[in-house]
């Protein structure tokens, strides 16, 4: 029987919606998404492992794959052509085709189920009423469970009894939790402690335990999305936006080594801020940057002292909000590709160009455009 031996790297596709079956794949190790794009955001299905088949409704009749199969890590096939596959079956004993011809139905009858069952319900990879509650989940099983580190800040956890009270304490599905420790990783908020089992300390190193190194950030965050998911009409302070992201980044930047006083507050000099955002972001600082903020339930205050002005704000807000940002951007990615990407480089912003800037938030646009993809600013009334 001819046959083609592949490699998937992590977050290839090996077959998409809609595409002809040709062969029918035989997983060999690794682990293989089933999903469908729905609404620009990836419902799972189910998670094949070795062992696992895929493409078999192409022995039942059907022309194409009705989903998608993404490797979510290094994964090996075995792909045979579906008519060699077909012939080999023609060639075997009756019971035989009757046998694999029963499994095949029962098997696609099974996969519509499942579908349907999905479709019925946000199958995204973590919807929005799941995150508080699975970060909310890391950060008790953490607290709890976790061996404090001599800084005071750090926890170390095995990860046998981190996934343990994750799931049967806290009741969250495993693969949540595991993709939610992944970005705390990308964030650089946490490690993995990686080893060998006692079973079998020949194999290969796994997850023995994890390190995470400040869970302030995680309780901040998920506190941050349960109270503006639920509170009426402020679901829009979970949209994160690039010119506020840019700028609450700066203003952190600003203050690098300052101490803030007693009540944790830090300044920063209204005219230097203003040259600062100029050299580095190419934008004009205005009154309506603040206003914007204060929007995104972001606050400051302006102070005058002599004949300067300074900026004052929270050190401590201000670094948490930064980060529920980066979170929700995260997920958002998580939510569309169906995994997290812990080798993606993380994105260099470009200074804004010398072309014509949004005046209420400074991005640039095209002539022709008419609306600021920012921040929506009508641009046709502004000009006129």
């Known amino acids: 029987m001819s046959s083609l031996q592949k490699t998937y790297k992590r977050g290839d596709v090996i077959y998409k919606e809609g595409d002809k079956i040709t062969h029918v794949i035989f997983v060999q190790s690794g682990s293989v998404q089933q999903t469908l794009l729905r609404n620009k955001k990836k419902v799972e299905l189910m998670t094949c492992g070795a062992n696992s088949v895929l493409g078999e409704s192409g022995l039942a009749g059907a022309p194409a794959h009705n989903?998608?199969?993404?490797a979510i890590q290094e994964t090996k096939t075995l792909e045979v052509p579906l008519d060699t596959f077909k012939t080999q079956i023609e060639a075997a004993p009756q019971f035989l085709k009757i046998l694999i011809k029963s499994f095949g139905e029962?098997?696609?009858?099974?996969?519509?189920?499942i579908r349907s069952f999905k479709m019925a319900q946000d199958s995204t990879p973590c919807p929005d009423e799941n995150v508080p509650q699975v970060f909310g989940a890391i950060?008790?099983?953490?607290?709890?469970?976790g061996v404090k580190q001599k800084d005071g800040v750090s926890y170390e956890i095995d990860w046998f009894v981190f996934r343990q009270y994750c799931q049967r304490v806290l009741g969250q599905s495993l693969k949540r939790v595991e993709s939610a420790v992944?970005?705390?990783?990308?964030?650089?908020?946490?490690?993995?402690?990686?080893?060998?089992p006692p079973e079998d300390p020949d194999g290969p190193d796994q997850k023995m335990?994890?390190?995470?190194?400040?869970?302030q950030p995680i309780e901040a965050f998920f506190e941050f999305f349960q109270y503006y998911y639920y509170k009426p009409g402020k679901s829009d302070?979970?949209?994160?936006?690039d010119s506020a992201t840019q700028i609450v980044q700066l203003m952190l930047k600003c203050v690098e080594g300052v101490e803030p006083d007693r009540f944790g507050t830090v300044s920063i000099e209204y005219a230097a801020f203003a040259e600062k955002m100029q050299e580095e972001l190419g934008v004009k600082l205005l009154a309506?940057?603040?206003?914007?903020?204060?929007n995104k339930g972001v606050f400051s205050k302006r102070r005058t002292t002599g004949d300067k002005v300074y900026i004052d704000f929270d050190l401590r807000e201000y670094k948490n909000i930064l980060y529920s940002w980066k979170f929700i951007r995260e997920?958002?990615?998580?939510?569309?590709?169906?995994?997290?990407?812990?080798?993606?480089?993380?994105?260099?912003?470009?200074?804004?160009?010398?072309?014509?800037?949004?005046?209420?938030c400074g991005t640039p646009y095209q002539a022709d455009q008419k609306f600021c993809g920012e921040c929506g600013q009508n641009l046709v009334a502004k000009a006129s």
């Open 106 to 113: 029962r098997l696609h009858k099974a996969m519509q189920e």
């Open 331 to 360: 997920i958002n990615k998580w939510n569309e590709r169906g995994f997290v990407d812990l080798d993606e480089k993380e994105e260099v912003r470009k200074k804004k160009t010398d072309g014509p800037t949004c005046p209420q």
């Open 209 to 215: 335990g994890a390190l995470f190194f400040d869970i």
């Open 237 to 241: 302070l979970l949209k994160v936006e």
């Open 67 to 70: 989903i998608s199969a993404i």
């Open 182 to 196: 992944d970005i705390l990783v990308k964030m650089q908020l946490a490690q993995y402690i990686m080893g060998k």
């Open 139 to 145: 950060f008790f099983s953490v607290l709890h469970k």
């Open 288 to 294: 309506d940057h603040f206003i914007r903020l204060e």
